[in-house]
């Protein structure tokens, strides 16, 4: 994937229009920033931040096709302040409900942890608005070898799903972003 950065916004008023776009969506400090670069086989593209809550705004990174990928803020625990942090949740919505040619939104649960309530909330809501979705499970090479037959198989009764519903992926060990990229690609086409 040829990525590039595009523009922030704070409504999707001000987005340009998009033939294709997917959605990445999950609590502070899951590896949204970090997923994108890995897709984008770009390590700076996507600002990367150790503290929760950078992400801020809508922003959008363009395919050369003119497809997109739309960062979107975390949910949970961010360092900003309280102004800025009651915004998030209704851009977001608008972004998710209203936005055109939205094919799917990735739902990112940190592996290491599981889903937390509020991932729970956030996927209940995307059912009760049928929107389309998957879970990719982040961080995978941080569960321990030991663990992750039985983490992948309560990561998955957690969101709801079967455990071939889930793509586990690591941003940091490139494990199972090619197949990711790949399944990205077909959604946007």
């Known amino acids: 994937m040829q990525i590039r950065f595009v523009t922030s916004a704070a409504t999707i008023d001000t987005l340009p229009p998009a033939t294709a776009e997917v959605a990445?969506?999950?609590?502070?400090?899951?590896?949204?920033s970090s997923?994108?670069?890995?897709?984008?086989?770009?390590?700076?593209l996507a600002k990367v931040s150790k503290t929760p809550g950078r992400t801020?705004?809508?922003?959008?990174?363009?395919?050369?096709?003119?497809?997109?990928?739309?960062?979107?803020?975390?949910?949970?625990?961010?360092?900003?302040?309280?102004?800025?942090?009651?915004?998030?949740?209704k851009m977001t919505d608008?972004?998710?409900?209203?936005?055109?040619?939205?094919?799917?939104?990735?739902?990112?649960?940190?592996?290491?942890?599981?889903?937390?309530?509020?991932?729970?909330?956030?996927l209940e809501w995307l059912r009760s608005e049928e929107l389309p979705f998957a879970v990719i499970a982040t961080k995978h090479d941080k569960v321990k070898a030991a663990k992750k037959v039985k983490r992948k198989r309560e990561l998955a009764a957690g969101c709801g799903l079967t455990e071939q519903e889930i793509t586990w992926v690591s941003a940091a060990k490139g494990i199972n972003i090619e197949l990711l990229r790949d399944r990205v690609y077909k959604w946007l086409h």
């Open 94 to 122: 608008q972004y998710l409900l209203e936005r055109d040619n939205l094919r799917r939104i990735l739902v990112l649960v940190d592996g290491e942890i599981g889903p937390t309530k509020l991932d729970v909330e956030m």
């Open 35 to 44: 997923l994108i670069n890995a897709l984008a086989n770009h390590k700076q």
């Open 56 to 89: 801020q705004l809508i922003n959008l990174f363009e395919n050369a096709d003119g497809t997109t990928l739309v960062d979107l803020p975390g949910y949970g625990f961010a360092n900003a302040p309280k102004a800025v942090r009651s915004n998030w949740g």
């Open 24 to 32: 990445f969506i999950g609590r502070s400090n899951v590896g949204k």
